[in-house]
């Protein structure tokens, strides 16, 4: 079945993007389409003119400064295949393999996993925990924005109109200390599954195994993916014992405001995320 | 509706398509293209029934814009097996009962096709890759049975 769209654009580079998106201020960009044409398919989304970006130039990993830069349009797989990205945001890479599954994980691209802003969306928990920021371009000019500026509801983003994602900047590690990061789901199963619950991971060790600076991430238990603050302020400066990975789950709580849907119910969700928790805790405790 | 003029190489042909602007991939393929071998399953991105290869890697055709596949290369079931009438993992499938209804298998042999050429061969790993391709018939273990014995296979392509 065709899609109800009146015309496709496709600008040959990013910055021919940029003006034709300025041309047509309702338009819609169009990256992988794994979301898109289904919400396009199932009228969730409607739109005459799309703006198609696979010859924008933006399918890139760059690594340089300090900085691992990844353009919007770059695949799940890309990232997944990337040494940057597996040595600067390993929970990213990890991420990147159980978005969908690998059909989609060729097909779908970061800028466009986070434009849709789903609370489920699985490249954000681990770009969050890296303090992940975003470059947005726009004929009017461009900002850079913190990833977590760029969520403002369930599938809402503070994305202005004719605003396009360039490109994702993770600053890379410095690896003096031990990091132990990582990121997993909660669903019916490993792979093809919409996350119920998701948690990203970064935890910096003191030589003692206690842990110096916790960043934690979660997914699908807010409106939108957050930083689990109060997890992460309680679990600094303590070991990860088993009374304190149970006070961290408890703190967790208050991080959280998950909901019942068809997925799950609040209550199952609560007790995923903690259980996703507990086993990062339990790992990094491990070595 | 607006059309768009899609060019690209199908089955190792070029070939130039004037489309619905809105057309997906796979409605191309099998109405304009007439290759048929590629099956609409869920046309949401969850079935695997629809997989072909564009640029050499799987791609869901029904969540593909045909408009996006200018200059690209893609490949269907149809295409797998170049000049030789079969591909050795639809001869394998064949070999071992790796196929029943059939209407998965297009997908599965288009993605097991990738998986061979990206030297992906170990049997966990090839679970996880082939983890969006449903198949509700063999149970699956004729098909991994089946993507093993092709992977041995001797490099005759």
């Known amino acids: ?287 | 509706m607006g059309s768009v003029t899609v060019s690209l190489v199908l089955n190792g042909e070029q070939r130039t398509f004037e489309v619905p602007a809105g057309r997906r991939l796979l409605d191309l393929l099998r109405d304009d293209a007439g290759l048929t071998g590629t099956k609409e399953g869920c046309g949401a991105g969850e079935c695997g029934a629809c997989t072909v290869l564009l640029n050499g890697l799987p791609v869901p055709s029904c969540l593909v814009l045909a408009a996006s596949c200018e200059g690209a290369d893609v490949v269907t079931v149809e295409g797998l097996g170049g000049d030789r009438p079969l591909h050795p993992l639809q001869r394998a499938m064949v070999e071992r009962g790796g196929v029943q209804c059939g209407f998965c298998t297009p997908g599965v042999v288009t993605t097991g096709a990738a998986l061979l050429e990206h030297g992906i061969t170990e049997p966990l790993e090839q679970g996880r890759r082939l983890a969006g391709n449903l198949c509700r018939c063999t149970g699956y273990s004729k098909i991994f049975e089946a993507l093993q014995a092709a992977a041995r296979e001797p490099g005759d392509d």
């Open chain 1, 1 to 287: 079945m065709d899609l109800a769209v009146q015309r496709v654009l496709r600008p040959g580079s990013f910055e021919e993007a940029v003006r034709v998106m300025a041309e047509h201020p309702h338009a819609l960009p169009i990256a992988g389409g794994t979301d898109l044409v289904v919400q396009l398919r199932d009228g969730r989304r409607a739109a005459d003119v799309l703006v198609d970006l696979s010859g924008a130039g933006l399918a890139f990993i760059t690594a340089r400064n300090g900085v691992v830069e990844i353009g919007g349009a770059t695949t799940m797989d890309a990232i997944a295949n990337s040494r940057e990205i597996r040595d600067a945001c390993p929970a990213l890479a990890a991420a990147s393999r159980l978005v969908g599954a690998w059909p989609i994980q060729c097909r779908a691209t970061l800028g466009g996993n986070l434009a849709n802003a789903s609370p489920a969306a699985d490249t954000a928990p681990p770009l969050l925990v890296a303090e992940a920021s975003v470059h947005l371009v726009s004929a009017d000019g461009d900002r850079r924005i913190q990833l977590s500026e760029l969520f403002s509801g369930p599938g809402e983003t503070c994305l202005r109109p004719g605003e396009l994602i360039r490109s994702i900047m993770i600053p890379t590690q410095h690896l003096q200390r031990t990091v132990r990061e990582g990121f997993a789901k909660v669903g019916p199963r490993w792979e093809q599954i919409i996350s119920v619950a998701s948690l990203a991971h970064r935890f910096e060790l003191d030589a003692d195994g206690s842990i110096r600076e916790a960043r934690v991430a979660v997914g699908s238990v807010a409106p939108t993916p957050v930083r689990a603050r109060a997890a992460e302020q309680f679990l600094a400066g303590k070991p990860p014992t088993a009374a304190v990975r149970r006070e961290a789950a408890r703190h967790l709580q208050d991080d959280i405001s998950p909901i019942d849907d068809v997925r799950a119910p609040a209550w199952y969700r609560r007790v995923a995320v903690s259980v996703l928790l507990d086993r990062a805790l339990t790992e990094a405790a491990d070595g």
